[in-house]
């Protein structure tokens, strides 16, 4: 064969390549979060059965860092086009305002919602508060006295103290630099509560460590029927709630729509498949896949126009939303 030939094939299956559709190689499934915490463990519960159904090997990559702000940077540097997704939490509606990253959710086209896990108020077996009504009136008869543990600024807990004391209840907040340090300060008394996942803290309310005295929502439960939603004796906090901190899958901008649409059938046939329901199941967790393109776009909208300036208000983020173009949450 000449050498003009060996060029020509060369071109011919270069031109296969590029034109035999998406994909042709293996997905890196980002996880800008370290491995073992609840980001992570969802996203490979669900590599698994999307890569049965993308038909291609799906690779779950950890780039932990500065909230998130490191793996979702780096995913954006690379090219549009499908080979790298983002598993990404709620994080990248603050990055702007902490000053961790200049991206936002604006930068990236949304394919689906994937999951949210509730959170519950919960104090120490050997607390005296034996109701969410017995806690709140102890908030306001001792203001800025009543201890609650956090993992750290921008987190669940972080957001969820701050919205206690936007509706008038002057917690004490104190940060423990993670969800487990946080729980362990509850269970051992070194806080009066905290808020925790219901996933995470059903072991400890059913071995008696620690007692659940409200969900951190407007409804119940299934995992705790018996458990009521804080604004029941909280109605301030109504035209913030539900603020959930779930998890989303995400694509950089540009990237083709016959590629994010290839995507999104793999997802589709992903989440209905048994094995994803039986892990959402076993883990209490919400399944929020029925949230879609646009559907994704206005949650994390509203869900930034709250977070946000309740970070600046209380002078916890150093940026203010206005710079980005995020409107103050109106009830």
Known sequence: MTKKNVFLMLIFVFALYLFAGYPQKSINLIVPWPVGGITDRVARALAPIFEKYIGVPVVVMNIP?????IGTEQLYAKPSDGYNILFSAETLGMFRVLGYSKLGFDDF???SMVIEDEKVIVVPKTSKYMTIDDLVKDIKNKPGKVRMSYSGPGASGHIQGLLLKKSGLDV????FGGGSPAMLAAISGQVEFTVGNVANVLEYIKSGDLKA???FSKEKVAAMP??????QIVPEL???LPLTFPNCILIKKGTPAEVKATIQKALVSAFNDAKWIEFTDLSYYNRMDHLKNQDVTEYWQRWTSIVAWLLYDAGAAPNSPDQYGIKRFEK
Request: glycine residues 8%; proline residues 21%.
């Open 109 to 111: 086209d949304p394919i």
């Open 65 to 69: 860092g500065a909230s998130g702000a």
């Open 226 to 231: 018996e458990v009521p939603p804080i604004t």
């Open 238 to 240: 109504l035209p913030y």
């Open 213 to 215: 005295l409200a969900i």
């Open 172 to 175: 004490s907040m104190t940060p």
